[in-house]
């Protein structure tokens, strides 16, 4: 069975960070696959939400709806996260 980005014709770049290819990553941001059409999707433009710390980002599966003024406005905070999971992703996400 062919592979996402083989079926998808993704170059070698986007190869080596796809999230078929980095199990617990998200599908990064640039992927035209990744795209989200739901009217609910809208780009976030106020930092207090986008840098919401208490917001759990690892509940996102696509780098997407970590900028998605409905996932950071609706999504799960911290509080919902499993207790026995690591937090993945950029530890340095909210410095400027």
Not at 8 to 19: K, T, V
Not at 32 to 55: G, I, K, S
Not at 76 to 87: E, M, T, W
């Given at each position: 069975m062919a592979n996402c980005w083989?079926?998808?014709?993704?170059?070698?770049e986007m190869m080596?960070?796809?999230p078929h290819n980095t199990p617990g990553e998200p599908c990064p941001?640039?992927?035209h696959y990744?795209?989200?059409?739901?009217p609910t999707h809208v780009v976030a433009t106020d930092f207090a939400v986008l840098l919401n710390p208490e917001r759990y980002y690892d509940a996102a599966v696509k780098e997407v709806c970590r900028f998605c003024?409905?996932?950071l406005e609706h999504?799960?905070?911290l509080a919902d996260?499993?207790?026995d999971g690591s937090r993945a992703g950029n530890?340095?996400?909210?410095l400027l």
């Amino acid at each position: 069975m062919a592979n996402c980005w083989e079926r998808r014709g993704c170059d070698d770049e986007m190869m080596s960070r796809c999230p078929h290819n980095t199990p617990g990553e998200p599908c990064p941001a640039d992927c035209h696959y990744a795209a989200c059409d739901r009217p609910t999707h809208v780009v976030a433009t106020d930092f207090a939400v986008l840098l919401n710390p208490e917001r759990y980002y690892d509940a996102a599966v696509k780098e997407v709806c970590r900028f998605c003024e409905h996932f950071l406005e609706h999504g799960p905070d911290l509080a919902d996260a499993p207790a026995d999971g690591s937090r993945a992703g950029n530890p340095n996400r909210f410095l400027l």
